[in-house]
């Protein structure tokens, strides 16, 4: 592919660390905020400590930090991890087209993926990033996102996509509270996703498109390539023809929106340049 | 003025290999012509144009476009530079320059001195050696070697081998100082009679040489470095000859005055070796009668043809005519008689007498042998001062200075070119930004 416009690898510039610290902060001080409405989100009232928030009415009261209330004269109640959300599961599609761009769409996959950990062991959680090619790291603590950066900048887009590798992380999946499937999901249908959806479990479908593909850029002619089957197009990129393309894309995004709708599932489909902090935010922050 | 320097299509190219550098354009747009235009992009929704684009092809040919703005911008760039490259300056700058060698081919420059060595040989390296360090390519050299019956030219940059044997007829010097001009080069010998004040100069070095400075009837004097030594007998006496039967007034006087000059006087003499002075007759032509004379007096008398004005070494000039025929033709060494007959002369006798004597005095040959006393005691270094360039060589380094200005605007251009090549390149890749298989 001396010639052909892809970029297969993933790459975190120096400043990619403090944008994850800063994300999980900014995803975790949301949730507090939040959970002053009473509304679950990572936190839970059960089991190990996380954090205090201040009372408002309605609260169990044996939530109450009674020691915390004697010295600062105000209330507080504890809040606790769910146990249900310590164990969160993203799987990022490796496959040759994941190398479409530019960005490289599995460059944002690896953002996603370590947004996500980095969310995860700011809450005391732990997450576990699952390649499709087979591999996976699991993190439990913010000291080990280094470790997920350097894993996430080994992948590369090679290879096909095996449609059915997701349900071989049964095991990894059963004590999943949250899981994350990101990819173009090229080839695939829902149902290959959505059985994921099981029980109270979340599940979040990511479909990550390089922008040539949200939107062809105004050019004559081109020839696309899938680096999957390695079969060629060559097209003429004329208003109508991509007008029947996005028409098509968009039916097929929408086929996805509405089966996720069904089993309860969150279906964002974006274009590889975006920021995985609005992204994720807008997911985990609900 | 480089010697590599090249007109071509109306410029002076000072390093004509650059043009070759042209050929890298050529090469960039065959390149560009030779792959495809269009992009190859890898995209993970090729189904879906599958379903929806009918495909223009399906062939493994690779679609040529057209050659877009950024590759031609780019092959200007380089063909400027190319030229850049090649020193393009005005073709003033190699218009061509004469200059004019002035050699002395008197009897003086064919003495070889102690070494052996002729003085005019000496003279023209060193006037080669100059020429061939500072005379473009371009440039003409024009040889000229005056003082005879008829001026030699030669051109190049060598002066011509022949020239390095004494002339047959003995030649004056040149008039040096007729010949003071920029661009222009003496050969002669030293000391100079006149110096140069814009012309160069070659001068060999002269020794004093030992010899005869003077020849008398069979007596000859001789030069031996101290004083002059009369040596009776040492001496054949020269010759004057007539090679055919001459008009009776006239072969009585030249045996008059052949006599009183110790000269031998040889009517009918077959060979001319060694003859100060040949008298002939004009060839055969139509015959007819005349009244001419010049000087007081006056002759009548038949003439065959008429004199000629040149013969096979050179030019003679006319010294009598009649009705604008030449009746007496005369050049060092040679006197052509037109007269086949021709009656007692009219006036003062006299004044044929010494009318004729002048033109015999200006016609002998100086005896081959003698050098004058002066010549032979003289004694002076080599002397070589390079000419002043010719007057249009101010145009020329003109032209030459402008190279580099033309060069540096061309690169100039050939940057903003290659500037807007890459600008109007980063324009055109824009939809699938960050550079093709970059990571």
Known sequence: ?286 | MSALALVFLGIEWARPLGLVALLLPAIVLWLARARPLWPTVAIGTLALWEEVAPPISRSGARPRGPVDLALVLLAIALAFGAIALAGPRPAHAASALTWRIVVDRSPTMYRANAAGELPIATAARAAERWLAENVSRADRVLWQAPGGSRDERSEGLSMPSDWLRAPHIPRSPPRFAEEDRAGTLWITRAPLAVSPRTAGVCAAAIQPSHGPIAVVGTTRFDWNGERILEIAGGARPARVIATSELPAPIDAFVATWAEARSLAYERGASSEDGALLTLRRAPDGPERTIDTGRDGWRAQGVVRGSARVSDDDGDLETWLDQGGVPIVTHAPGRIEIAWSDMQRPSGDPAAFAVSWAALLDSALLPHPAVVPPAERMARAAERFEPPRAPPDSEARTAAVDAGPKIAAWLSLAALALALAAWRAKSRQSSPFAASSSAN
């Open chain 1, 1 to 286: 592919m001396s010639d052909t416009v892809f970029f297969p690898n993933v790459r975190f510039d120096a400043r990619f660390a403090a944008r994850l610290d800063h994300f999980a902060l900014s995803v975790r001080a949301m949730h507090e905020r939040r959970e002053g409405g009473g509304r679950a989100g990572l936190a839970g009232s059960a089991g190990e400590f996380a954090f205090h928030r201040p009372y408002r009415p309605g609260d169990d009261v044996r939530r109450l930090d009674w020691n915390l209330y004697a010295r600062l004269d105000q209330a507080y109640v504890r809040v606790a991890r769910r146990e249900s959300a310590e164990h969160w599961l993203v799987w990022i599609d490796t496959s040759a087209s994941m190398g479409a761009g530019p960005p490289g769409k599995l460059q944002l996959a690896a953002e996603i993926a370590a947004g996500v950990a980095a969310v995860a062991v700011a809450s005391k959680g732990e997450a576990r990033v699952v390649a499709s090619n087979g591999r996976e790291l699991r993190v439990q603590a913010r000291r080990e996102l280094p470790r997920v950066v350097s894993f996430l900048e080994s992948l590369v887009a090679e290879g096909v996509d095996e449609a059915r590798v997701l349900p071989a992380h049964g095991p990894a999946l059963a004590d999943a509270a949250r899981v994350f499937v990101v990819g173009d999901l090229s080839g695939r249908t829902p149902r290959d996703v959505l059985s994921l959806a099981r029980g109270r479990r979340w599940l979040g479908v990511f479909q990550i498109l390089a922008p040539c593909e949200f939107e062809p850029p105004a050019i004559d002619r081109v020839r696309w390539l899938d680096p999957e089957s390695r079969r060629t197009l060559d097209v003429e990129c004329d208003p109508a023809t991509t007008a029947r393309y996005l028409a098509r894309l968009s039916s097929a995004q929408e086929e996805w929106r509405k089966a996720c709708a069904r089993h309860g599932a969150v279906f964002r489909a974006v274009p590889s340049d975006s920021a995985f902090e609005t992204l994720l935010t807008e997911v985990l922050v609900r």
